[in-house]
């Protein structure tokens, strides 16, 4: 009667069956291994000291959840992913090279182009703080100064006077003055222009093969062959020609400089 139970079951359920009941037995046969018991608890703190700890321990994780947008809107992240994406568009090469290799190249050049920067926020107010040689306000202020000046340098005055304008901001007597408010949506609108821009200058010549291609298959009357597929090798052969990737990335590095 158990055996022809046992053949009446489903074959999948059968083996699911089988799986676990080795699993259980693999269990039971290994020695007892504890387990940490992790608890968070909120209790009563004695001393006001305790909450303000606590709340910059939020504070910082809130901080860490956000810092890709941080870093996309006060870096060149922005500048840099728009041109290369605006490559693969002109090549019209599909998805090649693929989302990954875009974004990761990016972020590379990012790290090189804020690599001063960072470099200098590290020994103005990372270190001092670690050391406790400055305060939390006082880190905070030394590492906002190098990455204000770089937005600066990079954030035309009419982008900047719109919000200064339409938050009804006095104008800032002095660089050091503007605030971070106005400066960051500023700084991302400038980055937007620069890069459509150099994007537009990229498909100036696609364009143009396009067109001749166009035109050739016209005269021929080959209305029917797409003119992208020809076009195609002759815009992957140019752009190799001319080795396109260290044109873009030169342009892109010295637009920074």
Known sequence: MKRKLWLALPGS??????????AREVALAQPTIPIPDINLQVGTGEEPLQLVGTLRLLLLLAVVSLAPAFMILVTSFTRIV???????????TQQIP????????ALFLTFFVMSPVLTQ???E???PYLAEEIAFEEAVEAGGHPLREFMLNNTREKDLALFLEVASLEDPGSRSEVPFRALVPAFVLSELKTAFQMGFILFIPFLIIDMVVASILMSMGMFMLPPVIVSLPFKILLFVLVDGWHLVVQSL???YS
């Open 253 to 255: 590095l010295q637009s």
């Open 82 to 92: 728009i041109v290369l994406s605006f490559v693969r568009n002109a090549l019209a």
């Open 98 to 105: 693929p989302n990954q290799v875009i974004i990761g190249l």
């Open 121 to 123: 926020i590290n020994e």
């Open 125 to 127: 107010a990372l270190t």
């Open 13 to 22: 359920i059968l083996i699911v069956f089988i799986i676990c009941h080795g």
